[in-house]
């Protein structure tokens, strides 16, 4: 195993022992409440933040409030990091399948 790769898998280990994984992008809406008298009748929309993300072909939003978006933010993010590991590890053995070493 080349450094490099062992230096990615042990990233990816680490990942996986660590907190959570959560796969999706986050996004934030702007709304309109409704409210005659509301601040958003004047222009200044409420901003929420949503999950999304699709499962089985079909499009998926989830509601993320305000005190669990810094974890749901952390689990996205690993997420993210360890899907660039593997595909760095895939061409670790992209090459090695090219060069015919085992």
Same mark, same amino acid.
């Given at each position: 195993?080349?450094?490099?790769?062992?230096?990615?898998?042990?990233?990816?280990?680490?990942?996986?022992?660590?907190?959570?994984?959560?796969?999706?992008?986050?996004?934030?809406?702007? #709304?309109?409440?409704? @409210?005659?008298?509301?601040?958003?009748? !004047?222009?200044?929309?409420?901003? $929420? &933040?949503?999950?999304?993300?699709?499962?089985?072909?079909?499009?998926?939003?989830?509601?993320?409030?305000?005190?669990?978006?810094?974890?749901? #933010?952390?689990?996205? @993010?690993?997420?993210?990091?360890?899907? !660039?590991?593997?595909?760095?590890? $895939? &061409?670790?053995?992209?090459?090695?399948?090219?060069?015919?070493?085992?």
């Amino acid at each position: 195993m080349s450094p490099r790769e062992r230096d990615r898998r042990s990233q990816l280990a680490q990942l996986a022992r660590g907190a959570g994984l959560l796969r999706g992008t986050l996004a934030i809406r702007k #709304r309109v409440c409704g @409210k005659p008298n509301c601040k958003c009748a !004047k222009g200044e929309k409420h901003a $929420s &933040l949503y999950l999304v993300a699709s499962y089985e072909g079909c499009p998926r939003q989830l509601f993320i409030p305000k005190d669990w978006e810094p974890q749901v #933010r952390r689990w996205v @993010k690993q997420y993210q990091q360890v899907r !660039k590991l593997l595909e760095e590890i $895939s &061409l670790i053995y992209w090459d090695k399948v090219k060069k015919r070493q085992g």
